[in-house]
């Protein structure tokens, strides 16, 4: 699907949405009422602090008007952007910012939905999709925390011996199913049916609970040992004096 | 298999905080010089052998603790909880296991809404070998870490060792309350071999290691802003630290954050055509800009305080 199709699908009682060389920012009406406020990043775009600094301000400006509408974050995105000047500037800041926004909106009453449509990697993904409360993905999207000839490099590994221990195991190699099988992905959307539905359906569903997506990983075999050494950590610290 | 601190269970207790350099020190070396003196408890220590489930898919060693030291101890004779990464084990990546623990802690913080945090970074990021358990690790800790701070918990970021903190280990340090950083210890995203790999060495040379430290390293950040304090390579510098800054820290909340965004806006508003550090330090108002790379510590943090009082509300 492409972008416009999308938000198309998504709000057919209308949307703002403007995309501005890969930054996407705007309200849309809800089908079910109300509205919800828009951010992301689009065209595979890498993400730098002059893009971040943008949609940490809609998100801001969002909670600072009131009102309890969820915040979608949909991401096509590439990387962080690589360079001197995003370094030099302190892009580690600028992205922590912009996760921050999106974490303390979410814990203000604004259930923040993160929409996968395309790539992610690293950073990027962090800073958008991954500091939601649910993220869900639609078929085709291809997120890569790292790819695999950079992996082959960093390992000393040959692509094909990759591909083959990707068989074995989800917990490294690129793409949707793996990424969802370790718990990030919460579910991936039906794309032949209405997007507006589904974003109903699925804000329906969110409850208050904290983060499940240890558990969701343990559930599901991507993650065997993350959600019993979290919890057992934390108990050990609570009961410790 | 390898247990990071064999050598430091054979050493004698000879080592001294003053005297002891932090980006030479082991993890553990560091926790036990940074609290006081026989405070720390471990959780799920080495003895429990905990270790990554994903490594042996690549035929690589182990390590019973997965890199990270978790547990309580006293700073000063107050309750904190420590984190802290052995950069020397993986270039301390996250993790399954390595990520967990921390989670874990930052979630007991949260609930016990007061016993501060002391992170100890040393990392390059994300684990590749189990890249997306790592990945996803960190969005849980930058969870986890925020909720603490909605709670009221204080969550201090200590960065001088080997690996730096780059990749998600940077967006975690840019969550929590206050950083102190030594002058090796860069932060960043990308690192500078990830640059010079993917845009090429004219964009940024890794082997420049005076471009590395002017651009990533501490005197950098403390002068842009990027950390509060700038702490010179001792243990006991970092415990000073680390006990002001948990006394500094804000209350997280709408303001924090409204004021950060005012802050890294402006920012790009001062700096956003700067080509080079030197030129940020000048446009800072650093009389004599060429000569921060070399300058001591004490000097340095002298300078520094003049040109940019550290803010300690807007983070």
């Given at each position: 699907m492409t972008l416009d199709d999308i938000l198309t699908s998504l709000f057919p009682k209308g949307?703002?949405?403007a995309n501005d060389k890969g930054v996407l920012l705007g309200s849309a009406l809800l089908q079910s009422g109300g509205s919800a406020v828009v951010i992301g990043v689009a065209g595979r775009s890498p993400l730098g602090v002059d893009e971040a600094i943008r949609l940490s301000r809609h998100v801001l400006d969002a909670v600072e008007q009131g009102g309890e509408g969820p915040i979608l974050v949909l991401v096509d995105s590439d990387s962080q952007r690589m360079s001197k000047r995003d370094e030099l500037l302190g892009l580690n800041e600028y992205l922590a910012h912009l996760a921050k926004c999106l974490i303390y909106a979410d814990m203000q009453g604004r259930p923040t939905v993160g929409l996968l449509y395309g790539?992610?990697?690293?950073?990027?993904?962090?800073?958008?999709?991954?500091?939601?409360?649910?993220?869900v993905a639609l078929p085709g999207a291809d997120p890569a925390v790292m790819d695999l000839p950079s992996m082959s490099r960093v390992t000393k590994l040959s692509i094909d011996m990759l591909k083959e221990k990707a068989k074995s195991t989800p917990v490294f190699a690129p793409g949707l199913n793996n990424l969802a099988q370790t718990g990030a992905v919460f579910t991936i959307w039906d794309e032949k049916t209405s997007l507006a539905e589904q974003l109903q359906t699925l804000l329906g569903s969110i409850q208050g609970a904290g983060d499940q997506r240890d558990r969701l990983g343990k559930h599901r075999n991507g993650r065997p040992k993350a959600a019993d050494i979290a919890e057992r950590v934390h108990d050990l610290a609570l009961q410790s004096k | 298999m390898n247990i990071s601190d064999r050598e430091t269970a054979t050493v004698p207790h000879l080592a001294n905080s003053k005297t002891v350099s932090w980006y030479e020190a082991s993890a553990r070396q560091r926790v036990q010089l940074l609290l006081d003196a026989g405070s720390f408890h471990e959780f799920i220590g080495p003895e429990q052998r905990e270790e990554s489930p994903h490594l042996q898919v690549f035929d690589l060693p182990t390590q019973f603790d997965d890199g990270i030291i978790i547990g309580r101890g006293r700073i000063a004779g107050a309750p904190v909880f420590v984190a802290a990464q052995e950069g020397r084990f993986m270039g301390g990546a996250f993790g399954e296991v390595h990520g967990a623990k921390l989670t874990g802690l930052l979630r007991a913080a949260r609930d016990t809404k007061s016993v501060p945090v002391?992170?100890?970074f040393d990392t390059g990021g994300v684990r590749l070998q189990e890249a997306?358990?790592?990945?996803?690790?960190?969005?849980?800790?930058?969870?986890a870490l925020i909720e603490a701070r909605m709670a009221g918990v204080k969550i201090v970021g200590l960065i001088g060792g080997r690996a730096g903190c780059y990749g998600g280990g940077g967006l975690i340090a840019g969550c929590c309350s206050a950083l102190a950083v030594s002058e090796q210890g860069r932060i960043g995203v990308s690192g500078p071999e990830v640059i010079e790999t993917n845009r090429g060495v004219e964009e940024f040379n890794s082997r420049d290691r005076a471009l590395v430290w002017r651009t990533m390293g501490g005197k950098h950040r403390r002068l842009l802003g990027g950390a509060e304090a700038f702490v010179d390579e001792t243990i006991q510098s970092f415990r000073s630290f680390a006990l002001h800054l948990i006394g500094s820290a804000p209350v997280f909340g709408a303001e924090v954050l409204k004021a950060e965004q005012t802050r890294l806006e402006q920012r790009l508003q001062r700096f956003g055509l700067c080509a080079d550090a030197v030129d940020i330090w000048k446009a800072e108002g650093v009389a004599d800009a060429e000569a921060v790379p070399v300058m001591a510590a004490a000097d340095f943090n002298d300078l520094a305080n003049k040109a940019r009082e550290p803010r300690y509300d807007a983070r």
């Open positions: 949307h703002d949405v790539h992610s990697a690293a950073g990027a993904f962090l800073a958008t999709a991954l500091a939601t409360r649910v993220l | 002391l992170i100890l997306n358990a790592g990945e996803l690790a960190i969005a849980e800790i930058m969870r």
